[in-house]
């Protein structure tokens, strides 16, 4: 998950084969060139982008797909987004939203938050490793699914036991001192060899 466009350039760089920009910003202007910096610095790259929330501005500058939380699915234009042709992600928080996003028929569904997270306020105690693990057999057989919240080094390599597709972090590769080598353990971890060099 990707706070701006710089650190989708970076990540892309990276060959981290799936990048979430999450641009927090009210500004309407400023999230708008951020998304159309970053369909760009994903361009000629392997990186598949999703642009958290903001499904207007995803389409209106190509974006791969976009992601929607709970909250959003009252509100989005699904039928809007599926004739742009984005890929859907969606976040779940427990069964009932699960069987509420397998509604819409999503691209992947995320699934946290696995532990404690300081990058927003859940409305949901963490789901902790069994659950995670409980509803990868639930739902592996129909859709990619992500694992995220407060995922760091230590813990990814339980996260990614349970059989989970992807793992999604923030302050794991941005708040540490040398993002470079974070984000290379990441991509050994989970079975996908990094770039020759990531800048």
Not at 71 to 97: K, M, P
Not at 106 to 132: D, F
Request: hydrophobic letters at 45%; proline letters at 5%; charged letters at 20%.
């Amino acid at each position: 998950v990707a706070p701006n466009s710089e650190w989708v350039r970076r990540l892309a760089a990276a060959e981290v084969p799936v990048v979430q920009l999450r641009d927090k910003r009210t500004d309407r202007t400023l999230r708008a060139q951020s998304i159309e910096s970053s369909v760009q610095a994903v361009e000629n790259s392997s990186t598949l982008l999703f642009i958290n929330d903001d499904w207007p501005l995803a389409i209106q500058h190509r974006a791969y797909g976009v992601h929607l939380g709970q909250e959003d699915l009252e509100s989005a234009d699904l039928a809007a987004i599926h004739a742009a042709g984005l890929r859907l992600g969606i976040s779940t928080h427990g069964i009932y939203e699960m069987l509420r996003a397998h509604a819409c028929r999503p691209s992947y569904m995320a699934l946290g938050a696995i532990y404690e997270t300081a990058t927003k306020v859940m409305p949901t105690a963490p789901q902790g490793l069994r659950r995670l693990a409980h509803y990868v057999k639930l739902m592996s057989s129909h859709y990619p699914l992500v694992a995220i919240g407060g995922i760091d080094s230590s813990r990814v390599k339980d996260v990614w036991s349970t059989g989970v597709d992807s793992v999604a972090v923030l302050r794991a590769i941005v708040d540490v001192t040398d993002y470079a080598t974070a984000t290379s353990n990441f991509l050994v971890l989970t079975g996908h060899p990094p770039a020759a060099s990531v800048a």
